[in-house]
């Protein structure tokens, strides 16, 4: 049975930080691309930043800069480090794992909250 559980998630001061992490378990870490999305209040869910099982990174404009995106095959572990966070970066965001060769995200976690207050 595939899991992926987000944690690192809270409320932080405009300007603050936060690290969230994604822990796998059920799949071969190191052949799966892995991404982040975020869905705030009465929006869709978009894309933030996404990580291929080689190691290549993509960010969204609205992050690039002030998010990174990291792996660590050998914790079957998914990072996003955020700096410099906005109001408009509250959302609830979620970690999403896609096989390598493929495009479609196939499993999903259940989100992490970040709070980002003015």
């Known amino acids: 049975q595939v899991q992926l559980v987000e944690s690192g998630g809270g409320l932080v001061q405009a300007g603050g930080s936060l690290r969230l992490s994604c822990t796998t378990s059920g799949l071969t870490f190191s052949t799966y691309g892995m991404g982040w999305f975020r869905q705030a209040p009465g929006k869709e869910r978009e894309f933030v930043a996404g990580?291929?099982?080689?190691?290549?990174?993509s960010y969204s404009e609205s992050v690039q800069g002030r998010f990174t995106i990291s792996r660590d095959n050998s914790k079957s572990t998914v990072f996003l480090q955020m700096n410099s966070l906005k109001p408009e970066d509250t959302a609830v965001y979620y970690c999403?794992?896609?096989?390598?060769?493929?495009?479609?995200?196939?499993?999903w976690g259940q989100g992490t909250q970040v709070t980002v207050s003015s």
């Open positions: 999403a794992a896609v096989e390598r060769y493929t495009v479609r995200y196939e499993y």
């Open positions: 990580i291929s099982w080689a190691g290549g990174t």
